[in-house]
């Protein structure tokens, strides 16, 4: 246990250092956005799923370079914010990954521990964390359209990306 941690600052959450204090922000997700996860969907098809080995191939993952872009044409004014479902024992080998591919992120959010919810309840929950922060989300960026529709529900402005992952 970190005694220096800021105890009001949830486990799962892994602010850059120097990172500017809550204020406008947009939030992005990263597999399908960020992260180019096509390699290891296959992982996820037929009747024993892969989760363990689907999330540790994620540092093979090849950068989107569009995605990327967006997180380092965000608002200089406006924190980037990533939030995944990923696990939380990929945070180490997530934020290197971010920093040899040049993604602007000022705070990673993942999955706690034990988190067994619907992605979209996970991210809705952090929604409100990330709101009761101070945090005012201008955006929000997700290849997932049921968490798309969660974010517009919560009246977040919402782009869709089409990753292909998800059968409609
Ligand atoms: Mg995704």
Known sequence: MDRHRDRRRPANWHPRPGAPVPGPAVVFD???VISDASHRQPLLRGPALDWE???AAAVDDP?????????????ADHAAVILTA?????????????TANRVRCDLLILRP????????SFKRHELGRLRAAGY??????????????MYRAEG???????SGYYER
């Open 30 to 32: 990263l597999d399908g």
């Open 53 to 55: 080995g689907f999330f």
């Open 63 to 75: 950068p989107i370079p569009a995605g990327v872009g967006l997180t380092r044409a965000t608002a």
């Open 86 to 98: 990923r696990p939380s024992w990929l945070a180490a080998p997530t934020l290197d990954w971010l």
């Open 113 to 120: 521990p034990e988190d067994r919810r619907p992605a979209a």
């Open 136 to 149: 005012e989300i201008a955006a929000a960026i997700d290849d997932d359209e049921r968490i798309v529709a």
């Open 156 to 162: 977040v402005l919402a782009l869709y990306v089409h």
